[in-house]
């Protein structure tokens, strides 16, 4: 009787440990199963963040070279003291007093963050970089952004009161609508008249301050998005090299 039930207990225990163990190993399939799910949504949300970077770098490469531009003609504004009748369509384009309100493309990564349930689960290291890019660089781009257009808004209104006195014309037009305008008009003011107003203004002192100030605030916005461009580069190279080291 010991002996058969000592044989018992031991069938008994050894039972026992067969369960657990078939119970634990389920249980680390079933977490492996739910880790690998979760790195490839992961992986998909990190894919969704490349295309957003990718709409970055052709925005913020557009608007770069668009304010290189206007650096250009402010120099060759300030590199003169006398200007032509045939200067003034050249001469509109440095009055110009708009500022650059372009923004980083945030949609894959509010997303993450407005989803309580939803985490990058395997790329911790780059989802640093990510959380840099959308957070640290992205405050600095929209603080800076504030900086143009207040400094357009309220410390340009003499160019308002420039238009009292000129007449748009139909090139002005043309520039300021990204040749949406078809239409021309007639001006009321000669052209002749209108050109010497425009060259009296870019040559008083009022005129060079303001391409002076404007050259400034267009090296300041250059640098931003000069930045923003490269780190969006950037990190989608970190990105993928990161995904194709994960999917090899």
Known sequence: MENKTGKYFKYAIGEILLVVIGILIALGLNNWNEDRKSIRTSTILLKEIVEDL???????????????????NEEWALARQDYEINHVEQLWDCFSGWYYDYYINERTFQKIQNDANTRIIGYDSIFEKITSYYKVHNDRLKAH????????????QYMK???????IDNYRIQTLSNGKAIKSFT?????????????DFAKSILGRNHFKNNYIRHSRVLDIFDQTRFEAANLIKEINKEINNFER
């Open 187 to 199: 001006s009321i003011q000669d052209s002749l008249q209108k050109g010497k107003l425009m060259i």
């Open 54 to 72: 990718k709409s970055d770098t052709v925005a913020f490469n557009a608007a770069y070279n668009s304010v290189l531009e206007q650096i250009q």
């Open 145 to 156: 952004v504030k900086w143009d257009i207040k400094e357009v808004s309220e410390g340009q």
């Open 161 to 167: 009161e420039l238009e009292t006195g000129i007449e």
